[in-house]
């Protein structure tokens, strides 16, 4: 059975950082591609950052290149979502995810297994 938990959210000021952590069971880092998802209110839930299956290559979305950085540790099967720099419009419900597919899929209906949401809020 898989299983994702995320944790880490809180509520942080504008140039403050959080990480966001993912403990997963049930699938390999091998097998399948893992990463975070977040929504905002009154938006679509959009990809945030993954790792690929396999080989680990990492992925980011534009607005969170050179501020967040996503990394694993196999042993604990967990994935990190660090967040520097968080400004306002970084807050939102970030979601722990994975897919069989290598990287994680664009749409989130698409997407296989979710952990529970977490909410990061950044305040101006």
């Known amino acids: 059975e898989v299983q994702l938990q995320a944790s880490g959210g809180g509520l942080v000021q504008a140039g403050g950082s959080l990480r966001l952590s993912c403990t997963f069971s049930?699938?390999?880092?091998?097998?399948?591609?893992i990463g975070w998802y977040r929504q905002a209110p009154g938006k679509e839930r959009e990809g945030v950052s993954c790792i690929s299956s396999g080989d680990g290559s990492t992925y980011y979305i534009d607005s969170v290149q050179g501020r967040f950085t996503i990394s694993s540790d196999h042993a604990k099967n967990t994935v990190y979502l660090q967040m520097n720099s968080l400004k306002p419009e970084d807050t939102a419900v970030y979601y722990c995810?994975?897919?069989?597919?290598?990287?994680?899929?664009?749409?989130?209906?698409?997407?296989?297994?979710w952990g529970q949401g977490t909410l990061v809020t950044v305040s101006s």
């Open positions: 995810a994975a897919d069989r597919s290598v990287t994680l899929p664009r749409s989130s209906l698409e997407v296989d297994y």
């Open positions: 049930g699938f390999t880092f091998d097998d399948y591609s």
